[in-house]
């Protein structure tokens, strides 16, 4: 079982940067996929990036791709998310999520990723 827990989330002004971080406990990040999702006020929690636990490969939706980064540390046990240009309508909760034996064409699909973190907020005003 691995436990997740955000960090680095707050108020920044558009075109400003933030970076997320998630440090697992329990288990290798390395043996997992690892995601960010996230959910605006009223709307439904959204896939932002990921990586898939075999390779390197990032995912990301087109509405960040360019602008974010994600990256896992396999020495430090964290991934992060590196938020560039950051826009009015990136404000939202970041979650970070975790799974063992996610298949690549459920990786978007939040519903099919079996554990999270308690969310970090992240507002970018115009």
């Known amino acids: 079982q691995v436990q997740l827990v955000e960090s680095g989330g707050g108020l920044v002004q558009a075109g400003g940067s933030l970076r997320l971080a998630c440090a697992a406990s329990?288990?290798?990040?390395?043996?997992?996929?690892m995601g960010w999702f996230r959910q605006a006020p009223g709307k439904e929690r959204d896939f932002v990036a990921a990586?898939?636990?075999?390779?390197?490969?990032?995912y990301y939706t087109d509405s960040v791709r360019g602008r974010f980064t994600i990256s896992r540390d396999n020495t430090k046990n964290t991934v992060s998310l590196q938020m560039n240009d950051l826009k009015p309508e990136d404000t939202a909760v970041y979650y970070c999520a975790a799974d063992s034996r996610l298949i690549l064409s459920s990786l978007r699909n939040w519903i099919h990723w079996d554990h999270w973190g308690q969310g970090t907020q992240v507002t970018v005003s115009s």
């Open positions: 329990g288990r290798p990040v390395g043996t997992y996929s």
């Open positions: 990586l898939f636990r075999s390779g390197n490969n990032a």
